[in-house]
């Protein structure tokens, strides 16, 4: 479809409902580095004006790395500062806070300057006069990073379902209520239930197919009769979940953070249907602790955490899981009950959310961005090779495990046990309450003689 219409006295020919090439977005990247306005560039490439300016909103990235001979810092206050060692490097490096960026989230005295150029037309730093010389974190478009970020978006709208968590706990409760109590039919349920289900008849098979809910075919006595059609599996995402939850932005988060220790999380699987393992890789310590779940569900990583939760304490917690770093896994697709501690009234409502972590998504079938918790798995399979099953084996007996497997010295860090650093550096209550214990190392196996 095409639509003409006139900038500026010029009659520009326009087709719509295309996304932006990448060749368009470098011509974008350089006529914004040439001073060139968002009307001159919309009627460059024939495009909206206000698509333009969507593109350079969305996609632009804020930058907080300081240009050479330069620093960051966005305080209004920089040239008059006098103060010294706020923060841990001012005080290693010895030189003033006004030259340190960190410095800004705990002074007293912190005011954030702003700049027109960013929140106005064109609202980024490219073909600024003073870019490389300005000290405030700057605002960029860059072509690459932009087609990056739009393929991503592409990518990850067309996964998932769709549905917030409220929905699908109100559809579980009436799931529960008419199927498990009340053995009704699916299609009974849709029927009567029009007004009320988010989804139409054949997308609720679908979900239960998928596990989002407690109900399964199981619960469908007429469904088990049949034998299921051959076919993969497909991973129901909501998409909506991983908003700013991505790799890019975990990359921002800890260079924002840097002094933030990461947390590895992922699962181990044995046979298909059954028992699964959730490790937690702490890369500070390079240590890893691994919780038995009976169904690789949302639901049950949800309890271990909680559980962890309420032992630790929130100060704990928090200092144990600052920053989460994980895969697109289903049991993973509920970041909200995973980064904040609920409380819960009389009737199961949720009335106060605490914030507890962060929780970051890899980019999809890149197991390599968390490739120290996959690399110590490689333990794990010493006591059960793949394709074996969990069910066997109880927590006690896998926390065992994990204790051998972190009383192993290792060279990459100067062989010292891994339980050794991470009491060193969280201390030995929260060591104990986590059921760390030391292992004398001529005592340490790493087979499955110590199940016996």
């Given at each position: ?33 040439q ?22 909103l969305?996609?632009?990235e ?7 001979g330069?620093?960051?810092?966005d ?11 706020l ?18 989230a ?26 490389y010389s ?19 978006r ?56 998928r ?47 840097p ?19 959730l ?16 169904a690789?569900?949302s ?20 200092r ?57 798995h490689?333990?794990i ?8 099953s969990?069910?066997n ?10 204790n ?17 650093i ?18 004398d ?12």
């Amino acid at each position: 479809m095409k639509l003409n219409w006139v900038l500026l006295g010029k009659e520009v020919s326009m087709d719509t409902y295309t996304h932006l090439s990448s060749s368009e977005r470098n011509q974008i990247e350089v006529m914004l580095n040439q001073h060139h306005t968002l009307k001159q560039i919309a009627i460059s490439l024939s495009r909206d004006l206000s698509g333009i300016r969507r593109e350079i909103l969305r996609n632009a990235e804020w930058s907080k790395i300081p240009n050479r001979g330069a620093y960051i810092n966005d305080c209004t206050k920089t040239a008059q500062c006098r103060k010294r060692f706020l923060c841990s490097r001012c005080d290693f490096h010895r030189r003033p806070c006004r030259s340190c960026s960190k410095c800004n989230a705990v002074c007293p005295d912190f005011v954030k300057a702003s700049c027109s150029r960013q929140s106005h037309a064109p609202y980024v730093c490219n073909g600024c006069s003073i870019r490389y010389s300005c000290k405030m974190t700057k605002r960029l478009y860059l072509a690459h990073k932009a087609q990056q970020l739009a393929c991503q978006r592409l990518s990850v709208s067309r996964q998932g379902h769709g549905y917030t968590p409220e929905e699908l706990a109100r559809v579980e409760k009436l799931l529960l209520e008419l199927i498990v109590d009340r053995s009704q039919s699916i299609h009974h349920i849709a029927h009567n239930n029009r007004d009320i289900l988010p989804m139409s008849e054949r997308h609720l098979y679908t979900l239960i197919d998928r596990r989002m809910f407690e109900t399964r075919n199981i619960d469908l006595p007429a469904k088990v009769r049949y034998r299921p059609r051959k076919r993969s599996v497909e991973h129901a995402i909501d998409f909506r979940c991983r908003k700013h939850r991505t790799w890019l932005d975990f990359q921002q988060f800890i260079q924002e953070h840097p002094d933030c220790p990461v947390v590895e999380m992922d699962t181990v699987e044995g046979k298909k249907g059954q028992s699964v393992l959730l490790t937690l890789y702490f890369q500070a310590a390079s240590l890893q602790l691994c919780f038995k779940r009976e169904a690789n569900t949302s639901a049950s990583v949800i309890e271990i955490f909680d559980d962890l939760y309420q032992r630790l304490g929130h100060d704990d917690f928090t200092r144990l899981f600052p920053c989460i770093l994980t895969d697109n896994g289903t049991e993973f697709s509920n970041p909200e009950r995973l980064e904040n501690a609920c409380l819960f009234d009389n009737d199961g409502n949720i009335i106060q959310k605490i914030l507890r972590t962060r929780l970051f998504y890899c980019d999809p079938q890149s197991p390599q961005q968390k490739a120290l918790c996959e690399r110590n798995h490689a333990f794990i399979r010493r006591f059960v090779p793949k394709g074996h099953s969990f069910d066997n084996y109880t927590q006690h007996q896998l926390a065992t495990m994990m204790n051998h497997i972190n009383n192993y010295q290792r060279d990459k860090i100067k062989m010292e046990c891994p339980r050794s650093i991470f009491t060193f550096i969280y201390g030995s209550h929260v060591a104990s309450t986590l059921g760390l214990s030391p292992i004398d190392p001529n005592l340490v196996c790493l087979n499955p003689l110590i199940f016996k």
